[in-house]
């Protein structure tokens, strides 16, 4: 499955913004997730969803990011709220399931005033 994340940009500290992820094939079968990599750090996870919906978000995050899917769109969703200056970073989206894992290519999100 090829994955693509969109919806990134400049935003003031206090904002919000919605990335979204397209999927090229059906992702009810996989476990979801968005990461994220700021400059100089590690890859890390942000949030990831089930196939069943259930939810789980970095501690950074909670709160203020949500994580949603829609299968008839193949399109995984975060909603991101009361950003901050930390939140910058590159995103990530990607798809798992069993050993398989699949990456898009990454939505830079900058907060700052």
Do not use: H
């Not at 994955?3 to 992702?27: E, M």
């Not at 978000?57 to 930390?86: C, E, H, W």
């Not at 990530?92 to 939505?107: F, L, P, Q, S």
């Amino acid at each position: 499955v090829q994955l693509q994340a969109s919806g990134g940009g400049l935003v003031q500290p206090g904002g919000s913004l919605r990335l979204s992820c397209t999927a090229s094939g059906d992702i009810s079968i996989y476990f979801m997730g968005w990461y994220r990599q700021a400059p100089g750090k590690q890859r890390e996870l942000v949030a990831l969803i089930t196939r069943g919906g259930n939810t789980n978000y970095a501690d950074s995050v909670k709160g203020r990011f949500t994580i949603s899917r829609d299968n008839a769109k193949n399109t995984v969703y975060l909603q991101m709220n009361v950003l901050k200056p930390d939140d910058t970073a590159v995103y990530y989206c990607d798809a798992e399931i069993g050993d398989m894992r699949y990456w898009g290519k990454g939505t830079q999100v900058t907060v700052s005033s």
